[in-house]
C-alpha cells in the first residue's frame, strides 16, 4: 500500500500534531490511519491518539517530544504500514424501516428515484465498515453506502432524534447512539443499544467493525 500519499501535516498549538488525508474518505487510507495510531501511541513523549475520517491527531508533551521530529517519525513510518491490521468483528443490526421508526424513508425514495421497498433492499445489501466513532459516544460513521442512496441532509435539523435511529447522512449511513440534535435522514430504528456508560465496553460498536443491516420489518 505504499502507493498512498503521505499525509500533510499540521500543528494544532503546540502539543498538537494533525495528520491529514484528502478526501474522500477510503478504508484502505483509514486503515492505514489506524494502524499509524497504534504505532503512534508508542512513541515517547505520544500522549493520546484520535484517529478521525482521513486524519489522525497526535497529542504530545512538548517537554518529551519535538513536533518537527514527530512529524518526520509520521512520514517516515506511513509507507512502512500494513493496511488491515486491526482486528474486525461482523455485527448484524436489526432494522425497523419506515413509519414511526424512519419518517425519512419516503424522503430518501424520493430524492433517489426509487421505491422505499428497494431503498430498504439496497440498504440491507451494502458491506458497511465503522470508519470513525464521533460526534456523540458510540456514533458510529461508516463508509459503504451504495452511492445511490446517497441523500443530502435534512435542510432543516430535528431539535430531538430518538435514540437507536438509523439514518443517511451524504454519502454515510450511521445510528444516533442517545436523543440528541441531528440532520440525518431517518430512516428506520434498532433495538439495540449503541452506548452503556454502565458496560465494560460502553460501545456496541468499534471502529474497523463490518456492519450488517438486516430489515426486521418495513413500513411504507
Known amino acids: ?85 486491526i482486528a474486525s468483528r461482523e455485527v448484524e443490526v436489526p432494522v425497523a424501516y419506515g413509519g414511526d421508526e424512519g419518517p425519512d424513508l419516503g424522503d430518501v425514495a424520493a430524492h433517489c428515484g ?9 440498504h440491507c ?26 441523500t443530502p441532509r435534512r435542510a432543516e435539523p430535528r431539535t430531538s432524534v430518538p435514540a437507536r435511529s438509523v439514518g443517511i447522512g451524504g454519502e454515510q449511513t450511521g445510528i444516533y447512539p442517545v436523543a440528541s440534535p441531528g440532520g440525518w435522514n431517518l430512516i428506520g430504528r434498532t433495538p439495540l443499544e449503541l452506548f452503556d456508560p454502565t458496560a465494560k465496553e460502553p460501545t456496541l460498536l468499534r471502529h474497523g467493525d463490518r456492519v450488517r443491516f438486516v430489515a426486521e420489518s418495513v413500513r411504507t
Open 1 to 85: 500500500m505504499s502507493e498512498l500519499a503521505p499525509p500533510r501535516l499540521h500543528s494544532l498549538g503546540d502539543a498538537a500534531l494533525l495528520c491529514e488525508l484528502p478526501a474522500p474518505a477510503q478504508l484502505a487510507v483509514q486503515q492505514r490511519i489506524w494502524a499509524l495510531a497504534a504505532e503512534a501511541a508508542q512513541w515517547p513523549g505520544v500522549d493520546e491518539v484520535l484517529p478521525g475520517m482521513n486524519n489522525l491527531t497526535l497529542m504530545f508533551d512538548p517537554a518529551l517530544a519535538d513536533a518537527e521530529a514527530l512529524g518526520e517519525r509520521v512520514l517516515t513510518t506511513w509507507p512502512k504500514l500494513k493496511a488491515g491490521a
Open 114 to 122: 426509487l421505491a422505499p421497498d428497494e431503498v430498504v433492499r439496497r
Open 125 to 150: 445489501a451494502g458491506e458497511y465498515v465503522v470508519y470513525l466513532l464521533g460526534f456523540l459516544p458510540g456514533f458510529a460513521f461508516m463508509g459503504g453506502l451504495p452511492p445511490e442512496l446517497a
